[in-house]
């Protein structure tokens, strides 16, 4: 008689869906070749978000992968961290771009991302303390 593995909560999905969305995030990269220090007409403020939200895109796959694969304490600790480290950089860049917009975007669009993006960030935050999550990743 074989165990099966323990069912996973919906909320493990969500959770690791929401973070592959994140990936995104990346798309930024390509944007560094538009500040001014490089020439462009972007202001050298937006360098901070645009750096925080490459490292995290290129992280998003790895932690989404863990958040669905992995349990524990210390993964769960884990994507807290990351979570909040994300939902603060969002926060950054909204206040980044209502004191220095972004010229070669359309300002209303930009806002309304951020603001989408931290909403749902801030939901796998708060799901990560649901207790079928908390139960999910309490154990090895």
């Not at 500040?35 to 050298?44: A, D, I, L, Q, S």
């Not at 969002?90 to 980044?96: K, S």
């Amino acid at each position: 008689m074989t165990s099966a593995a323990p069912k996973r909560p919906i909320e493990v999905i969500i959770i690791s869906v929401i973070m592959l969305f994140t990936t995104m995030r990346f798309m930024v990269f390509f944007g560094y070749t538009n500040m001014e220090m490089f020439g462009g007409p972007e202001v050298n403020e937006w360098v901070g978000p645009w750096t925080t939200d490459v490292i995290l895109g290129a992280l998003a796959p790895v932690m989404a992968y863990l958040a669905f694969t992995k349990r524990g304490p210390r993964i769960w600790g884990l994507l807290i961290a990351y979570n909040c480290v994300g939902d603060f950089d969002y926060a950054m860049g909204f206040v980044t771009q209502i004191l220095n917009p972004q010229v070669l975007a359309d300002g209303q669009t930009i806002l309304t991302a951020i603001g989408v993006a931290f909403c749902l960030q801030f939901l796998v935050i708060c799901l990560l303390f649901r207790k079928n999550t908390l139960n999910h990743f309490a154990t090895h």
